[in-house]
């Protein structure tokens, strides 16, 4: 048989022609001195839409609202907000143009660390003043980063004693295969290590890869107590379907499920049964300011009837904003330098994960937050339910690095295999 | 430690997503040389259709299966009349202009995968624009198979016997069918079989249509097990092109022996040394048989049996 097929070498070529370029669109700005002009690049489009539409509308709710109080200090907000696609060349152009050409005051940009990694030297180089919200890793110590998201350590160290607690010390770690996954690992390890539990398995997968036969497979034969799940993407969350549908019923904990993706209200139950996600915040959050009339969910629906969920990062970028309000008003200027300083004095904010007459601390050392941590659990209906909540904070800069910005100037990350030998 | 079952499940799983994942795109590649670069769209269109015919409009699984199936064949005969053989344009500027405007697709290789590669752009991004981020999603049925401390989706093992049906219906389709046998002599040799008269255009058509009811119903079938998300098709991406790659010209003895040989390397590997190195094993087996098989299995066979015959 012969005929279209002796080209083969074209049909080989397609199998490396995977990749996408996207382009740039134009957009026009003005700016004058009578407005605050904020910059919020967050993915509407690509593979971070699901995840990155939430913080952007956050973002829109948190300004009108300080808008329709009046601005800050007399000024209104202006917003710089163009769709970076997912895309981290795209980031790194509009990062330059938000700084160059927009002179954004404060800066509200991506979704992965990888996009920040990407823009971090940009906003060094420029000083900008910038805000990274997501739950990431953790060891970020840039004078120009405030990191407000929770960290690995966090948000691990929150729901992994609970879980050595409940149901035991054998512990079996499935990451993605990247930096973040690699990390909040070797975090698991060092977490186990303090609760005297031991990781009996790892496993860490391609972001690619959507078929866990053979993971789940790994699992039921080391057979752990509780497995902890760092998986990240649309991809990997095939997994929870799967390995309910293949009856695989150990615990599992999570700093990536469900509070980012609502994997809980996507997936048919009861795939997320028994899944327990240590987080600052998800739309179930039971405190006062979330929940009641007019509360952060009440409000963020009013002005977004169509939006399917209120994430975690979403409640990050809001009170974040909330909280440079409140410094550029103790500054009294917008000038970054000062607005920094003022951010590095401590500032606090009744943000809706923490419970009424409880607020959330800058920390200034670090530029992190000492977040109200929450383990919440999906039943076999999916419904969420907190079961433990404590304030934690963010130890591994101010204690084990040593990190304080108001005295040295860096801009590094630090990574857990520098300070413990479990890690390594 | 290896488990024969385990061993045997995961190589069932392997060989019934690599053979479904391939099985509309070797169709089209191999009768028409047309390489579509949309085929996971495809699928997600196969995927997204049962899902929100389960969903939204209450068919039962297997109804709403057939529908996705339907509904992805519908969209690809009209992708062939719109792009790949340009009728539909052709026909307006026939009138209008007094002559053709698009050059047919077929056998155009890289021009093909250039139309297809834009055409998946925009099926994803329009689908986000329609339907949002995400979709509610299916569960798995049929639950699962416990045997000593494990347990396999019931669901997940019988796509294998799906898998192998699906080849068995498509050998009869080409083998025993006028339709085939039209196929089969425009692949041979495409200005005689006109001569013959043989429509070849409307050969073209049904194969498009056939290998997109293909795609559609491996969306399907996997709509339960995967997340319902615009881009879902690219995870399918890899063991397909690898599989048609390794299986060469013959569309349903090469996916066969593509789909059994990864399906082998792929359970094997990953059961043994994890899902990363399943992966790697899979890449490097697809660029050793380029290298030592370029014309695929069955192209090698093919190659063996000529040589033979000129022996003779």
Known sequence: MSGPLSSRRGFMAATTTLAGTALAGCLNSSSSSNTIKLGILEDRSGNFSLVGSPKHKASLLAIEEINNNGGINGKEIEVFDPDPQSDNTRYQDLTRRAIKQERVDALWAGYSSATREAIRPIIDREDQLYFYTTQYEGGVCDKNVFAVGPTARQQLGSVLPYLVEEYGSDIYTIAADYNFGQLSADWVKVLANENDANVIGEEFIPLSNSQFGSTINRIQEADPDFVMSMLVGANHTSFYEQKASAGLDVPIGTSTAMAQGYEHRRLDPPAMANIYAGVNYMEEIPTKRNTKEGGFVDRYFNKFPDAPYLNEEAENNYFSIYMYKKAVEQAGTTEQEAVKEALESGITYEAPEAPEGESIKLDGATHHVDHHMWVMRADEEHNVEAVEDRVIPETFLSETVGCDLTSEDEETQYTPQDFYEEAG | ?312
């Open chain 2, 1 to 312: 430690m290896v488990n024969g079952l385990n061993l045997l499940f995961q190589f069932l799983d392997s060989f019934a997503f690599i053979v479904l994942a391939a099985a509309g795109l070797a169709i089209i590649f191999g009768i028409m040389g047309v390489i579509n670069l949309a085929h996971g769209e495809f699928i997600m269109v196969g995927a997204y259709a049962t899902t929100l015919a389960n969903i939204e409009y209450g068919l039962p699984l297997p109804a709403a299966m057939l529908a996705g199936v339907l509904v992805t064949a519908l969209f690809g005969l009209v992708v062939e009349r719109v792009i790949i053989s340009g009728w539909l344009p052709n026909t307006i500027g026939q009138l209008t202009l007094g002559r053709n405007v698009i050059e047919p697709l077929y056998d155009r290789l890289a021009d093909s995968m250039v139309a297809t590669w834009g055409l998946s752009l925009v099926m994803v991004q329009g689908v986000r624009i329609l339907y949002g981020n995400s979709l509610d999603q299916i569960g798995t049925p049929l639950g699962n198979i416990a045997y000593s401390g494990f347990t396999y989706s019931t669901y997940r093992v019988s796509l294998a016997g799906v898998a192998l049906a699906v080849l068995l219906v498509t050998f009869l389709v080409f083998r025993y069918t006028e339709y085939g046998m039209r196929a089969r002599a425009t692949i041979q040799d495409e200005d005689t079989a006109r001569a013959m008269g043989v429509d070849t255009e409307r050969t073209y058509m049904t194969t498009f249509a056939i290998g997109s009811g293909l795609a559609g119903l491996t969306g399907a079938l996997y709509a339960p097990t995967i997340t319902m998300v615009p881009g879902l098709g690219s995870s399918f991406l890899v063991e397909a092109f690898v599989a048609v790659v390794v299986g060469g010209p013959s569309v349903v003895l090469g996916t066969t022996l593509a789909g059994g040989l990864l399906g082998t390397i792929n359970a094997v590997f990953s059961n043994v040394y994890g899902t990363f190195v399943g992966r790697i094993a899979l890449l490097v087996t697809a660029i050793v048989m380029i290298r030592f098989l370029p014309e695929g299995i069955t192209g090698f066979v093919e190659r063996v049996r000529e040589r033979r015959q000129e022996g003779v």
